[in-house]
């Protein structure tokens, strides 16, 4: 079920939605049992990375469809002195996310796909708890698919391309470290990155750390960050 880069654009798209069924259908099928072992092991591979223990404004998500669970990890970091942060589908850019800060008293609301996130009040109460993407140190993203060469399958609505794209345009400015999280099972051997897909530095599963390294003519190389 492996995505060749020479078939034709609509083809292709075709091939990244039935990879992307099969790729949900693997994760949802995971017990509960073996979906809080595998965030155990996350918790237990990021905490002692040293990109992760100099972070100090994280994004995480809340998990949906079967994603690895980041929240142990999410307890860790803020009992840690770290703060956290959810993504909130932006109200006025469609396809666009927002960072806000997360805490066990945030008021919560269910956004248009079901999954929790933090309520957008007044503007001005808003602000002061968002947090512009370049001024994170690192977003966590669930990943539907990955390869071990940084290839990366998100839902399909372009949310975290789309709100990162100034990494690729600006990539003198500050950025995020960008780690995308998935469970082993989530893995094909090759995945074709589209133009628009933004480089991640890094993936992390249950079982494994990769940093990613890009071909100089594809993308920025990134630098090692373990
Ligand atoms: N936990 C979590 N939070 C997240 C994301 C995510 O992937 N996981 N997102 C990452 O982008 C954003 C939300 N994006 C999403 C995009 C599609 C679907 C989804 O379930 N799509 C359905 C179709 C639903 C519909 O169109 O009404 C589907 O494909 O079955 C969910 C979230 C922001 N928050
Ligand atoms: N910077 C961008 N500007 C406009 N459209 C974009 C941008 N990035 C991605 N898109 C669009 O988003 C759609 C979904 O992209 P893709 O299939 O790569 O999503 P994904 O990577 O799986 O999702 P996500 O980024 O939410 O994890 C594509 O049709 C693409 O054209």
Redesign the pocket.
């Known amino acids: 079920m492996l995505t060749p880069p020479d078939l034709p654009p609509v083809r292709q798209q075709h091939c990244r939605q039935s990879l ?1 069924r099969e790729l949900r259908a693997r994760r949802r099928a995971l017990t509960s049992q073996q979906q809080q072992q595998a965030a155990r092991q996350l918790l237990a591979r990021i905490r002692q990375a040293p990109a992760f223990m100099r972070a100090r404004h994280i994004a995480f ?5 079967g ?1 690895i669970d980041p929240r142990p990890l999410y307890q860790w970091a803020t009992s840690h002195g770290k703060t956290g942060y959810l ?1 909130v ?1 932006h109200p006025l850019h469609h396809g666009a ?1 927002w960072f806000v800060h997360y805490a066990a008293e945030t008021p919560m609301q269910h ?3 079901g ?1 929790p ?1 933090p309520q957008l009040k007044g503007w001005g109460q808003y602000r002061i708890h968002r947090r512009a993407p370049w001024a994170l140190d690192m977003i966590l ?2 990943l539907v698919g990955f390869d071990a060469q940084g290839g990366r399958l ?4 372009g ?2 391309d789309r709100t990162l794209a100034f990494t690729q345009q600006h990539p003198q400015r500050p950025r995020p470290l960008l780690v995308g999280l998935a469970h082993h099972c989530q893995q094909v051997d090759s995945l074709p990155l589209e133009h628009w897909d933004i480089p991640l530095d890094a993936i992390v599963t249950d079982q494994q750390w990769w940093d990613v390294q890009y071909p100089q003519t594809r993308h920025q190389a990134s630098s090692s960050i373990v």
Request: no cysteine; hydrophobic share 35%.
């Open positions: 992307r998500y809340l998990p949906n469809d994603e993504p589908l996310l956004n248009r796909f999954i996130e993203m669930p998100g839902m399909g609505g949310f975290y």
